[in-house]
């Protein structure tokens, strides 16, 4: 199984609400990443996880809050968001590490649109 | 820091020919180059990878090669169908491990 699960695929929200977008991976990986993603550009790194510890945070704001509860689960909290938030939220997982060196798999995203 | 160019931004192809997108990296210390295939509405899907101790590595209709004197890597894709249109990304590690993927390259399979 080399899959990562995201949920929900597809989110709406205002700019005072509260939502979770949550991902799961069962391969035993060690490091789980949130990405963000805007329409034709690659990915960007956000948050890095390792040994459910957080080693990376990509000077993120503080609006954007993750959370991993144990090994094969990584949450992110997003309170206060505004329009220009809107992306595709990617999670990855891989062995371990910084997710430079080795294989990492990646969700199918969730698609954020904050109204 | 880590800088990853990419090479083309898009690329049209005759169902059947071959595609080949180019990346360089800046990094000598690099020694991990996966490449990432992200269809519409998808994450991306990592579909082949090369270290730094070899020179080239095949699967099927796909290939890498990897030039560590030039500091540049390739993506070569024969007998391209239709299932091959995506954008592709390459990407390589910085000096603190973090991956850096280059800007992605839209290929389309023309029938």
């Known amino acids: 199984d080399t899959e990562v699960t995201q949920t929900p695929k597809h989110l709406v929200m205002g700019m005072t609400n509260k939502k979770s977008l949550k991902c799961e991976q069962h391969?035993?990986?060690?490091?789980m990443y949130w990405y963000k993603q805007k329409a034709k550009k690659p990915p960007e790194l956000m948050f890095v996880?390792?040994?459910?510890?957080?080693?990376i945070n990509e000077s993120v704001p503080s609006r954007f809050s993750p959370e991993c509860p144990n090994s094969s689960l990584l949450n992110l909290h997003l309170h206060a968001l505004q329009p220009e938030d809107s992306a595709l939220y990617l999670c990855?997982?891989?062995?371990?590490?910084?997710?430079?060196?080795?294989?990492?798999?990646f969700g199918q995203g969730t698609r954020l649109t904050v109204v | 820091g880590e800088n990853v160019e990419q090479h083309p931004s898009t690329l049209s192809v005759q169902e059947g020919d071959s595609a080949v997108i180019k990346c360089t990296y800046s990094?000598?210390?690099?020694?991990?180059f996966p490449w990432y295939k992200q269809e519409l509405g998808k994450g991306p899907q990592l579909i082949i990878d090369?270290?730094?101790?070899?020179g080239e590595k095949k699967d099927q209709r796909i290939a890498v090669t990897l030039n560590k004197t030039a500091k540049h890597f390739s993506l070569h894709i024969t007998e391209t169908q239709p299932e091959d249109s995506a954008v592709y990304f390459c990407?390589?590690?910085?000096?603190?491990?973090?991956?850096?993927f280059g800007k992605g390259t839209r290929l389309h399979i023309l029938p």
């Open positions: 990094d000598s210390a690099s020694n991990y």
């Open positions: 990855a997982s891989s062995q371990e590490g910084r997710g430079g060196n080795t294989e990492a798999f």
């Open positions: 990407a390589a590690p910085n000096r603190d491990d973090k991956i850096i």
């Open positions: 090369i270290r730094s101790n070899v």
């Open positions: 391969m035993g990986h060690r490091a």
């Open positions: 996880y390792s040994y459910e510890k957080l080693s």
